[in-house]
């Protein structure tokens, strides 16, 4: 998988082709020959082994757990082809801050204004509503103590 990325990277491989090589040969497909299957790739939002939601190619987005029970968006585009640094954008999405509505706001914005896939821009937005509510109910379960104060007479 890393040397098809390579030849990604260096412009040798179309979508099509990378996609050709990797689609039976792929180390990240969980499952057996009769049962569903599942992936395990970073950029893959519903986890299901199909070229439009695969991690491996050139516009990819995902969006995985970050600090403090936030998520972060991860968009991966063909313009850092020179320069690996710039391959892949990580923006922090705060949605216990900011509320997850505004979150799929601005994976709306983040999405269409590089011409990423629409169903991507669904995929992603649905799967930050996903973890969003599973913080949420983290953070409602954590009970509150109150401080005991002495009395001063």
């Known amino acids: 998988m890393l040397l098809v990325e390579f030849f990604q990277v260096l412009g ?3 979508d099509d082709l990378t996609w050709a090589i990797v689609r039976r040969n792929n180390s990240a497909v969980v499952g057996r020959r009769s049962g569903p299957k599942f992936t395990r790739e970073a950029n893959n939002l519903v986890n299901q082994p199909r070229r439009k939601y695969t991690g491996c190619v050139s516009k990819a987005v995902g969006v995985s757990f970050g ?3 936030n998520s972060v968006l991860t968009l ?3 313009n850092g082809v020179n320069k690996p640094n710039r391959l892949v954008r990580k923006v922090q999405l ?3 801050a900011r509320g997850a509505k505004a979150c799929n706001q601005t994976i709306a ?3 269409e204004d590089q011409y990423y896939c629409a169903d991507l821009k669904r995929a992603a937005q649905a799967r930050l509503s996903a ?3 599973g913080s949420i109910k983290k953070i409602a379960s954590v009970e509150y103590k109150p401080k005991t104060r002495s009395n001063k007479d």
């Open 131 to 133: 973890q969003a509510q």
């Open 94 to 96: 705060r949605h216990v």
């Open 109 to 111: 914005k983040l999405t």
């Open 67 to 69: 600090e403090k029970g």
């Open 76 to 78: 991966k585009t063909k």
């Open 12 to 14: 040798l491989c179309t």
